[in-house]
């Protein structure tokens, strides 16, 4: 059976490098099927082909999620759900906070990696 892991905030590092920060928190060190973290988007446009199912809460900011001719605006409390195979342009004017969530755990850079984050009580 798997360890909690406790995640504080003022411990996640979320200032974005190049427009764009993710922290792949839940990753293959925990779990081979969910991946789980938080990202940071602040003042860019990024394309992305999808290549995993991708939920986006979005906490604060307002991002937008271009797919092809269809636009997504989504602000504090909206939730988007992305599927595979999807392409896609990340983009934010102002910084943009979100949680998000993708299946599988492994497809995505993010999670990935296997970082055996310390948990800090």
Do not use: H
């Not at 996640?12 to 993710?22: A, I, Q, R, S």
């Not at 809460?57 to 504090?76: E, H, N, S």
Request: one cysteine or more; aromatic letters at 12%; hydrophobic letters at 40%.
């Amino acid at each position: 059976m798997s360890e909690i892991k406790l995640f504080r905030k003022e411990d996640l590092d979320l200032e974005p490098v190049n427009g764009m920060k993710t922290i792949g928190l839940v990753n293959v060190s925990f779990s081979e099927e969910l991946g789980a973290g938080i990202g940071v988007f602040e003042d860019c446009s990024i394309p992305w082909d999808i290549s995993y199912d991708e939920v986006l809460y979005i906490l604060d900011g307002q991002f937008t999620l271009r797919v092809g001719d269809k636009i997504f605006k989504a602000g504090p409390g909206d939730v988007l759900w992305v599927p595979r195979n999807t392409e896609i342009v990340y983009e934010a004017q102002e910084r943009v906070t979100f949680f998000y969530a993708v299946l599988p755990a492994g497809s995505a850079p993010s999670t990935a990696k296997r970082i055996d984050y310390t948990s800090k009580t």
